[in-house]
């Protein structure tokens, strides 16, 4: 598994980006993996937040065909994503963690859900905090979990009103990002959550809010004379702390509503119910 994760560092960030995209919508139970079915089936990959922005699905398909070969009807998909999520950060010198495994699938999806639960790159400090508040996580967790963002890149659509219109931002930094995201156009161009080091995992992310250097207006609202700004410095100075903290907070993350026992089920194919 590590090796099909691992075969480029964009896709680590893809990885866990599922993985968080999953839990948050319904709890862990790779309802973010199915595909629409014509007008019978909509899930949840053309949700605001996941159209042309997840990806990995196919790591994860691969992962799935070798598992089955092995063990058919064993391993389910929901376990396997919170897997690859951990190997992905370990492979780029992030920590390690043990999974809790035993999770099943689910046979549903909900984009209405994915679009009303997923923390957007607008969103304010109280409304962060509250929405992983409705999830069982903390501030602390919060924080953490935006840690993340160390790795991986970002579409311009989602930092154009920062880069133009915020004022707690570095000024050659926000000139660096408008030229590669225009008033109008250029959508899709892309640019590096943590411009010190995008393909390794570690607490520049938190040093460059600190510098106000926070791409989305999401991140740098953790650092805006706000509750979490203590937090923040004490991550920026400690990778250690940082990354001890976030495969914590990923366990945690990981416990939201799994489906068990006779719940749901174990898809032979990720993208579809059995």
């Known amino acids: 598994m590590s090796q099909t994760v691992n075969n480029e560092p964009r896709m680590g960030a893809s990885i866990l980006r599922l993985f968080f995209h999953d839990c948050f919508v319904n709890g ?130 989602t930092f154009r009103n920062r880069i133009y219109n915020d004022a707690n931002i570095d000024a050659t930094f926000a000139a660096t990002r408008r030229a590669n995201c225009p008033t109008t156009g250029g959508n899709s161009n892309l640019a590096p959550l943590d411009i010190q080091t995008v393909n390794q995992f570690d607490n520049n992310y938190f040093q460059n809010l600190i510098a106000r250097r926070g791409l989305l207006h999401s991140d740098q609202e953790l650092f805006n004379n706000g509750s979490q700004d203590a937090l923040v410095r004490s991550y920026s100075q400690n990778n250690g702390l940082f990354v001890s903290d976030f495969a914590a907070a990923m366990v945690r993350m990981g416990n939201i509503s799994p489906l068990t026992g006779s719940n749901g089920e174990i898809r032979t194919n990720c993208r579809r119910v059995n």
């Open 28 to 157: 862990c139970d790779a309802s973010v993996l199915l595909d629409d079915v014509g007008s019978s089936f909509v899930g949840e990959k053309t949700a605001l937040a996941n159209q042309n922005s997840a990806r990995g699905f196919e790591v994860i398909d691969t992962i799935k065909t070798q598992v089955e070969a092995s063990c058919n009807g064993t391993v389910s998909c929901a376990d396997i994503l919170a897997l690859a999520a951990r190997d992905a950060v370990f492979l780029l010198r992030g920590q390690s963690w043990t999974v809790p495994l035993g999770r099943r699938d689910a046979r549903t999806a909900s984009k209405s859900a994915a679009d009303s639960q997923l923390p957007g790159p607008g969103f304010n400090l109280s409304t962060l905090i509250s929405m992983f508040d409705a999830k069982g996580l903390s501030a602390r967790d919060m924080t953490v979990l935006s840690g993340s963002h160390s790795i991986g890149q970002a579409q311009c659509i």
